[in-house]
RNA sequence: CGGGGAGUAGCACAGCCUGGUAGUGCACCAGCUUUGGGAGCUGGAUGUCGCGGGUUCAAAUCCCGCCUCCCCGACCA
């Protein structure tokens, strides 16, 4: 592609919305996309050859996986998501209209209900399984705030596949299928990730897997094992119980007592009024949850070690609440509770449920709020605490883990990354075939519910992904496998000798099928340069006079400092077997 | 959804407090010069000042209502 002839509009200032979020500016600046609403955007030419180069790689791994492409509506009724109860549990998220005769419809979001639908009506038999569809394709969620350019939109590219198994052994292999497939993916498109346990949420799945993009502006938090092969996000993450013979036990038999600790309400206050370490302190929080949209909350009390914060996804998990939010002070003391001064002792009768941190099992000379305004308690025993508080109170894990704790699983350090959520791989099991009765009958003429897995990938977050994992202050750095072109050929002069090198070796190029844009502007070459440097292509041949009177012209990495002058006559093939290699 | 900020030319912004012919830089067009890291000079074109209403002789500016976008938080199958 000539520049002269393209479209690509680069902006020379950052854009005021967008300075806060590198791939964003970057995609905007370096003409890629272009912002229309909030979380909404058009993909200008070079911005839909990078997400079409992404589609492209998912796709051929997917087919390659066994998969078979499908192409399903954006455009959903209703009944799909009623059958399943969705309607109701999607929420707000969910993008809902109604055609002229006042029927519901939204606009698909994931297409579970959809594809289930589209099996149930046509398997019949054991001998049409098992079978994984996919489908690359718009989808749409009303975020309650889009952010962050490409990576959290309310319109957004997704690949997600579904697969269609006679038995859980069997939706198992799929899973491990695409989970081989996800692998492939993420390293054809060259990015760091890791694969981390994750929580399953409200898809109802048992199994399940998250695809984490290492990145400073990640939204998640995930936890990586340095001595083997644990890694979780931290919603989901464990970590191996302190030793109870880290904790100072000599006191324990001291008897808990009272202390005024007038207005000192936090953990940080407290401490520092009772001149202790935090970790010797019981932080207490205050949550009400419902097990369904639009029950009446009910109250549950939960304990962690003072240093820590609580983990409301697992608490979610524990009480198998479908919504939880942190009382208000208001909401305690109509129960009888007094804010800022929780303690596991004494507890009102109004308080039902009572949560503490397994981590706390070894803390038997502790400090806790009174439960009086104004006091707390020294000398406290959590297990004796637990124990006296009968069946109100139960032991979890529900502190959230972070860098300095041990794996769960080796003992060995964790470290704490920030990650773009990619991929999230699920075992569904019958949680949607069940509900919408997509059966089948098996080889002893039982009938069954069709065992299911899904599978999806954010292909256009993952453009912007790559870009929060590779830049500069010049610009982007695209790996080779997703940029939108191989090499740029930076003519310095417009005309004569340079001009003609230029466009030999472009058209030279292209007959090998390197991707090649010619920069035949009629700019200054450091406009030609920092354009370059911006849209972030991985290789830079340079023709200009001073080295072309010797034969040579220069090729440059954009990830590279260093400059090398070749021959004119080499340059071709240089490039060419550079390109071949970055792609294998 | 709670809190904060902002809407003026393609982009970045000033002007608003204290009402009086809408400005600056970059980009764009023309000419001359320049030509290896976002050139210089001269001339030019470009605006429903987010929308609606009100006050006023007069509103970008003051008042009321609304919309949109951004940031923090909540939320994020």
Redesign the pocket.
């Known amino acids: 592609m000539r520049y002269s002839r393209s479209f690509i ?13 590198p791939s ?1 500016r970057l995609l905007l ?1 370096g003409g890629y996309v272009r ?1 229309i ?4 955007y058009e993909f200008l030419p070079l911005g839909l050859r990078v997400l079409k180069k992404v589609e492209g790689i998912v796709r051929a791994e997917m087919d390659r996986a066994g998969a078979l492409e499908v192409m399903m509506p954006a455009l959903v009724p209703a009944d799909l998501f009623k059958e399943t109860g ?1 309607w109701d ?3 707000s ?1 969910l993008f809902r209209l109604k055609d002229q005769k006042r029927n519901d419809y939204h606009l698909g ?2 297409h579970e209900e959809v594809i289930t639908d589209m099996v149930r009506a046509t398997v019949r038999s054991y001998r049409q399984l098992p079978i994984n569809l996919y489908q690359i394709q718009w ?1 749409y ?1 009303d ?7 490409l990576l ?1 939109c309310r319109e957004f590219l ?1 690949k ?1 596949a579904y697969s269609f198994d006679v038995d859980e052994a069997g939706a198992l292999a799929s899973y491990r299928t695409m989970r081989e497939a996800y692998i492939r993916i993420f390293k054809r498109v060259g990015l760091d990730f890791r694969i981390v346990a994750a929580d399953s ?4 799945g048992s199994t399940s897997a998250e695809f984490q993009i290492l990145a400073e502006t990640g ?1 998640d938090a995930i936890v990586v094992c340095t001595q083997c092969d644990y890694a979780a996000n931290v919603e989901a993450a464990t970590a191996k119980p302190v030793e109870a013979a880290a904790v100072t036990v000599e006191a324990s038999t001291q008897r808990p007592k009272e202390v005024a600790t007038p207005g000192k309400k936090t953990i940080e206050e407290v401490a520092e009024f009772l001149g202790v370490d935090a970790t010797k302190t019981v932080k207490a929080g205050a949550f009400l949850y419902g097990k369904a949209p639009g029950d009446a909350g009910q109250l549950v009390l939960v304990f962690v070690r003072g240093d820590r914060r609580i983990n ?2 697992a608490l979610a998990r524990e009480t198998g609440a479908q ?3 942190p009382a208000e002070d208001e909401e305690l003391t109509a129960r009888g509770v007094v804010a800022g001064y929780i303690g596991p002792q004494g507890l009102p009768a109004g308080v039902e449920k009572v949560l503490v941190d397994r981590e706390l099992t070894s803390a038997v000379d502790t400090i806790v709020g009174a439960n009086k305004a104004g006091f707390h308690v020294k000398h406290m025993s959590m297990p004796l605490a637990v124990n006296a508080l009968g069946e109100r109170a139960s032991w979890a894990d529900l502190r959230a883990v972070g860098k300095g704790d041990l794996c769960p699983s080796c003992g060995g350090g964790l470290e704490e990354y920030k990650g773009i959520e990619g991929g ?1 791989i ?1 075992v569904l099991g019958t949680h949607y075939t069940a509900k919408m009765g997509a059966k089948f009958l098996d080889d002893k003429s039982q009938e069954k519910h069709i065992v299911m897995g899904c599978y ?1 990938i ?1 292909v256009s977050r993952l453009v912007a992904a790559a870009i929060e994992q590779r830049y500069d202050e ?2 982007i750095r695209w790996p080779m496998a997703i940029a939108p072109y191989h090499v740029i050929i930076t003519a ?2 417009n005309d004569g000798a340079v001009m003609e090198t230029a466009v030999k070796l472009y058209e030279e190029l292209t007959a090998l099928g390197v991707e090649v844009l010619l920069d035949d502007r009629d ?5 030609k ?6 849209l972030g292509v991985p290789l ?1 041949l ?7 009177d010797q034969g040579k012209v ?1 090729l ?1 990495a954009r990830t590279e400092k260093d ?1 090398s002058l070749v021959d004119v006559s080499a340059a071709v093939e240089l490039v060419a077997s550079r390109v071949k290699a970055e792609l294998a």
């Not at 950052?14 to 806060?20: S, T």
């Not at 340069?529 to 911006?534: E, H, V, W, Y």
Request: charged share 35%; no cysteine.
């Open positions: 509009p680069t902006l020379r200032e950052d854009p005021a919305e967008a300075r806060k979020n964003h600046r912002q609403g909030a979380g909404i969705r549990l999607f929420g998220t979001p994931t989808k969620r975020e309650a705030r889009p952010r962050a350019g959290r997704m997600d949420g409200a898809m109802g939204e409301e996804v919504w939880l939010r999230h699920f999806g954010g010049s610009g310095l002069q700019e200054r070459p450091g406009v340069f920092k354009d370059a440097d911006l830079r340079t023709v200009g006079k001073k080295t072309l220069e440059k400059v």
